[in-house]
């Protein structure tokens, strides 16, 4: 069993506007978000129809939110959200000591390393916990040495954890409508 429960909760989306309750059409564009459960449990996903969230929607708890395309029914999920959001929420989750948040943080760091948006530079020790030392990419392309390191906590994840949140996430981020 994961250390953090038996999952990392982010529900997925219901393919209906969370404001009016109409269904979203294949196509069309929406905003999709995440928002922080008042049990501290991890993220809902809301989703919104253009229209509802021009004219002033917004869930409660929100957190981060995107702007997306309904897929059509059986289409092969794509992914939803860009390299800019992905690393906006890596970077609002860095004040946030809550271990779920944590674990949370660090696949996402892993991911942004992986798609080359972070680079690892190196790591410290504060007593038990480590610290790695990314360097953000620069809007020219290059990584940016002059600016200091984005610090991110290794939480010492089991491969079990990081599975199960790296499936969370996909499910969030990955997702049909």
Request: charged fraction near 30%; proline fraction near 7%.
């Amino acid at each position: 069993m994961s250390r953090f429960g038996t999952e990392y909760h982010i529900a997925r989306s219901t393919g209906r506007c969370s404001a009016t309750g109409q269904p979203l059409e294949p196509g069309s564009a929406c905003i999709a978000t995440l928002c922080e459960r008042a049990d501290d449990e991890g993220f809902d996903r809301r989703d919104f129809s253009l229209q509802a969230w021009e004219a002033g929607s917004r869930p409660p708890g929100l957190f981060s939110h995107w702007k997306t395309v309904v897929a059509p029914p059986g289409a092969k999920p794509r992914l939803l959200v860009d390299d800019e959001v992905l690393f906006d929420l890596f970077t609002r989750l860095a004040a946030d000591d809550r271990p779920q948040r944590v674990a949370f943080r660090f696949v996402l760091g892993l991911i942004l390393i992986r798609k080359k948006v972070l680079k690892f530079t190196g790591r410290r020790l504060d007593g038990e916990v480590e610290r790695w030392l990314l360097q953000p990419k620069s809007s020219s392309g290059g990584f940016e040495s002059a600016r200091p390191p984005v610090e991110l906590v290794n939480p010492r994840l089991a491969d079990d954890d990081v599975r199960q949140l790296i499936e969370q996430l996909s499910e969030i981020l990955q997702s049909e409508l």
